[in-house]
């Protein structure tokens, strides 16, 4: 699939099938999310106290249930029979932060936030 094909499929909201996300699962401007391919910005390596435990908090009270949390990192949020968010796992592991760090910049409410240099 044409790199236009796939920003095409992205913007119209159509997922792609796991045969189609194989193809691009090696480039670092996607992710799967539960409804398919999401695309995020790749994030820079990180190196030595960089890359300490990322923790994730979020704020119901915040939350509109817009689900792009979940859209972003799967592994880490859900949501609740009232639509809010749920958060899974507080310390995301290292595979998913640049996921995470998506999902916090896509939340339209900010009541998803991180603490990037959280000390465990």
Known sequence: MADADLARALVEGRTLSPVL?????????FTQGREGIVAIEPEP???GSEGSDT????NTDLCV?????????????DQGA??????LTATPPPFLRAAV???ARQCPSGAVTLDEGAAH
Do not use: H, I, M, P
């Not at 249930?65 to 949020?77: I, S, T, Y």
């Not at 009232?82 to 958060?87: A, C, F, M, T, Y």
């Open 21 to 29: 996300f194989a193809a691009v699962e090696g480039n670092d401007s």
């Open 45 to 47: 390596l990180k190196t």
């Open 55 to 58: 923790e994730v908090s979020v």
């Open 65 to 77: 249930g817009a689900g792009q949390c979940v859209l972003a990192a799967a592994e880490v949020f």
């Open 82 to 87: 009232d639509g809010l968010v749920v958060l």
């Open 101 to 103: 760090r998506q999902a």
